[in-house]
């Protein structure tokens, strides 16, 4: 059985949507950013960056549990335990990385510091429209992609969608429009309307009721 250890963020859906998406069985713990549960001591003994999610796998064949944080490193894990979502020739398996690392090093950053500006209702300045501008940057590189294949890696669905996913599922909250970017706004629906994809966002953001 796994564990995630969560809440209603873009990062914590992305493990949801994985477990899902592969059919395992799994429970959701919260951790309740609002009162501030990731810095408690239990929680930063999983992880001591104090982030979320957790992924705890009890049913791992070893000695003992396997508790991984970082969401892409918890999609890689589960795509390998499972073969699923997860191509195994090295030219497309290559691709879904290229995705990950320029989701890690680029979209995902730009992503969450346009969402603090937002949440934090700051007047315009030149850090947001900065901001902003990275936003709509990535949004073009991920656009580009989308216009020659059907997902971000190629022609398959694989984690990189998922990890692209958790972020733009929430683009309202960081200010972007997908209009101006109709091939992303082309694949986040289709995303967005598979099953496990549907149950995922539910289930998560059941974690902030």
């Not at 073969?83 to 320029?102: A, H, I, M, N, Y």
């Not at 949004?139 to 990890?163: C, F, K, M, N």
């Not at 496990?196 to 974690?207: K, P």
């Amino acid at each position: 059985m796994l564990e995630i250890h969560a809440f209603a963020t873009p990062n914590s859906v992305k493990a949801v949507i994985a477990a899902e998406e592969m059919g395992l069985p799994h429970s959701l713990v919260p951790v309740d950013l609002r009162q501030g549960r990731q810095r408690s001591d239990a929680f930063m003994a999983l992880n001591p960056n104090g982030k979320v999610p957790v992924l705890i796998d009890r049913s791992a064949a070893a000695d003992a549990d396997v508790v991984l944080s970082e969401s892409a490193a918890i999609l890689v894990y589960l795509a390998e335990k499972t073969g699923q979502l997860l191509p195994t020739d090295p030219e497309r398996r290559g691709k879904v990385f290229e995705q990950l690392f320029f989701h890690a090093s680029a979209a995902s950053p730009a992503f969450l510091q346009a969402f603090l500006h937002e949440m934090r209702k700051e007047p315009e300045s030149d850090a947001r429209t900065a901001a902003r501008k990275e936003v709509a940057r990535v949004l073009g590189v991920l656009d580009g992609s989308l216009q020659r294949h059907p997902y971000v890696a190629g022609d398959e669905y694989t984690i990189a969608d998922i990890a692209h996913f958790g972020w733009i599922w929430r683009h309202q909250s960081f200010g972007a429009d997908l209009a101006a970017f109709p091939s992303v706004k082309r694949w986040h629906d289709e995303i967005l309307s598979r099953p496990a994809v549907s149950a995922a966002i539910a289930s998560t953001l059941a974690l902030a009721h």
